[in-house]
């Protein structure tokens, strides 16, 4: 069964930095494209960042490129989300998915992905 463990959330004051991992359990990850999303409270779900099957395409948000930064160890079978300069709107839930479907990355939209994390959350503030 696909499982996938998010880990590295926290509080962090604004201008700071923090790792998000996404570990994968009970598959591979290197047939499958990862995406990164938030959800802050009262909002939907939002994409952050997505990342091919290579590593080779990736996709930011507008809100955060520039700051975000994803990356995949497919020999480790975990994706990473280095987050600098955190903004109080950075705030949120924080979920990892992924899925095979081509296009995916593209898009980098929550209901594109089928196979997801429980959640890291992520505090932004002073």
């Known amino acids: 069964q696909l499982q996938l463990v998010e880990s590295g959330g926290g509080l962090v004051q604004p201008g700071g930095s923090l790792r998000l991992s996404c570990a994968a359990s009970g598959f591979t990850l290197d047939y499958y494209a990862i995406g990164w999303f938030r959800q802050a409270p009262g909002k939907e779900r939002e994409g952050v960042s997505c990342?091919?099957?290579?590593?080779?395409?990736?996709n930011y948000a507008d809100s955060v490129k520039g700051r975000f930064t994803i990356s995949r160890d497919n020999a480790r079978n975990t994706v990473y989300l280095q987050m600098n300069s955190l903004k109080p709107e950075d705030t949120a839930v924080y979920y990892c998915?992924?899925?095979?479907?081509?296009?995916?990355?593209?898009?980098?939209?929550?209901?594109?992905?089928?196979?997801w994390g429980q959640g890291t959350q992520v505090a932004v503030s002073s």
């Open positions: 990342i091919s099957v290579s590593g080779g395409t990736t």
């Open positions: 998915a992924a899925d095979r479907a081509i296009g995916v990355v593209s898009t980098c939209s929550p209901g594109d992905f089928n196979s």
